[in-house]
């Protein structure tokens, strides 16, 4: 069974920086991209970064080019996403997902997600 | 940047109806669009891809059409666990956008 687990969400003041993880299990973590997709409170989805297989290739959308950095270990079957100099409009819960490669990436699995509140 | 425009933002459907909702596309993605369900505290799930073919588990009274910038998702007979809200996502181009979301209710 695929399951993504989130963790490293919480309350930050604007400015500041979180490191976001998931856990992957129940495949083989390795052979896929991998992506980061949120929801800030009330709304729709937001896709956010994707990484590649290996790490080689990196996408991210423009709101967040610069100030966020997705990253993979693939010993540790783990994605990682690095949110440096936050602000208010970052607020959302952050799904991680396993995407599948057809010209961009739609996503088959998600994880339960978790809370990024950006707030002084 | 593709704007995806769902339709309408609510549809009210009893058990056992019908249910159609829209997605247009604001320039061509092909055939790459997805359909995602989500239920409240709940993370998305996966239901159409290539717009029309159906994910790992997905039951047959889920369908999508359409290519191009038109797109539908029917539900056949809705069932009470189909009661959600709906969001289309189009993967032709960078960056990969979702439709605002079609919240399906019960009637």
């Known amino acids: 069974e695929v399951q993504l687990v989130e963790s490293g969400g919480g309350l930050v003041q604007p400015g500041g920086s979180l490191r976001l993880s998931c856990a992957a299990s129940g495949f083989t973590f390795s052979s896929y991209w991998m992506s980061w997709v949120r929801q800030a409170p009330g709304k729709g989805l937001e896709w956010v970064a994707n990484?590649?297989?290996?790490?080689?290739?990196?996408y991210y959308v423009d709101s967040v080019k610069g100030r966020f950095t997705i990253s993979r270990d693939n010993a540790k079957n783990s994605l990682y996403l690095q949110m440096n100099s936050l602000r208010a409009e970052d607020t959302a819960v952050y799904y991680c997902?396993?995407?599948?490669?057809?010209?961009?990436?739609?996503?088959?699995?998600w994880g339960q997600g978790t809370l990024v509140t950006v707030s002084s | 940047e593709i704007v995806m425009t769902q339709s309408p933002a609510t549809l009210s459907v009893s058990p056992g109806e019908r249910a159609t909702l829209s997605c247009r596309a604001s320039q061509s993605v092909s055939s790459n669009l997805a359909w995602y369900q989500q239920k409240p505290g709940q993370a998305p799930r996966l239901l159409i891809y290539?717009?029309?073919t159906r994910a790992t588990g997905i039951p047959a009274r889920f369908s999508g059409s359409g290519s191009g910038t038109e797109f539908t998702l029917t539900i056949s007979s809705l069932q009470s666990e189909d009661f959600a809200v709906y969001y289309c996502?189009?993967?032709?181009?960078?960056?990969?956008?979702f439709g605002q979301g079609t919240k399906l209710e019960i009637k």
């Open positions: 990484i590649k297989q290996d790490g080689s290739e990196k």
């Open positions: 997902a396993r995407a599948r490669r057809s010209r961009g990436c739609y996503f088959d699995y």
């Open positions: 996502q189009q993967y032709n181009n960078w960056p990969n956008t």
């Open positions: 290539g717009a029309s």
